[in-house]
């Protein structure tokens, strides 16, 4: 079956600290993993999108790593800000370019 | 540019009635897809169009539920004989196509509408 986890479901951390958000996916075949930022109340925004030849891939503060052979993402946000709260949602498309398979997300607060 | 835009933002209604959310995707683009986001859930598909060929209609959950995509552009989605469990935050995405290139197919969502049945 095709799925996405990520762990934690949710996260607290001060402000400048940094933070890795895990995501484990069953996708098959795979084509690309993909990182959303979802603030309340509005829609997904994206940050980064990988293919299985690329193994990172960096959006500002924002970076992200794939490991095709253990099938694993990572998001390590830098030097947060409370602007990063949000929840952060992986995604990888299934039985074609658009059919996306979303994880559950990770709610991430950031505190001053 | 305008990005995708919804409405209402917000519809509140009692069980058994009909409702219709509306999607106005980001000019130009040819593909357009509505989600469904349960609380604490992850997004759902629903239903995805692609220019003018058959939509697939494979993730809606019940006959109750139908969209249309008039003129390529505008979007309906229609769900009926509401029932308490189709309280969610409905999202339309759209992007500039469905191939494989990469950059075409990023999906751009809107803001959602958030489906209260009472």
């Known amino acids: 079956k095709n799925q996405v986890e990520q762990s934690p479901q949710s996260l607290i951390i001060l402000e400048g600290k940094n933070c890795t958000l895990q995501c484990n996916y069953t996708v098959s075949p795979f084509s690309n993993l993909r990182w959303y930022k979802q603030d309340t109340g509005r829609g997904p925004v994206s940050l980064t999108i990988?293919?299985?030849?690329?193994n990172t891939k960096s959006n500002g503060r924002y970076t992200a790593t794939l490991d095709a052979d253990t099938k694993q993402s990572s998001l390590h946000i830098t030097a947060s800000q409370l602007s990063d709260s949000a929840s952060y949602i992986c995604?990888?498309?299934?039985?074609?370019?658009?059919?996306?398979?979303f994880g559950a997300g990770t709610r991430l607060a950031v505190h001053p | 540019g305008a990005g995708v835009s919804q409405s209402p933002s917000n519809k509140v209604t009692e069980k058994g009635k009909d409702v219709e959310l509306r999607c106005d995707p980001i000019?130009?683009?040819?593909?357009l897809y509505w989600y469904r986001q349960s609380l604490g859930q992850g997004l759902e598909f629903l239903i995805y169009?692609?220019?003018?060929?058959?939509?697939?209609k494979s993730g809606l959950p019940s006959d109750r539920f139908s969209a249309e995509r008039t003129g390529g552009s505008v979007s309906t989605l229609t769900i009926q004989r509401t029932q308490q469990e189709d309280s969610a935050v409905y999202l339309c995405?759209?992007?500039?196509?469905?191939?494989?290139?990469?950059?075409?197919?990023?999906?751009?969502f809107g803001p959602g509408t958030r489906l209260t049945v009472l």
């Open positions: 000019s130009g683009h040819t593909a």
């Open positions: 990988m293919t299985f030849s690329e």
């Open positions: 169009f692609q220019g003018n060929s058959a939509p697939d």
């Open positions: 995405a759209s992007s500039l196509g469905s191939d494989r290139q990469q950059y075409r197919n990023e999906q751009f």
């Open positions: 995604v990888s498309p299934s039985g074609g370019y658009n059919k996306l398979i």
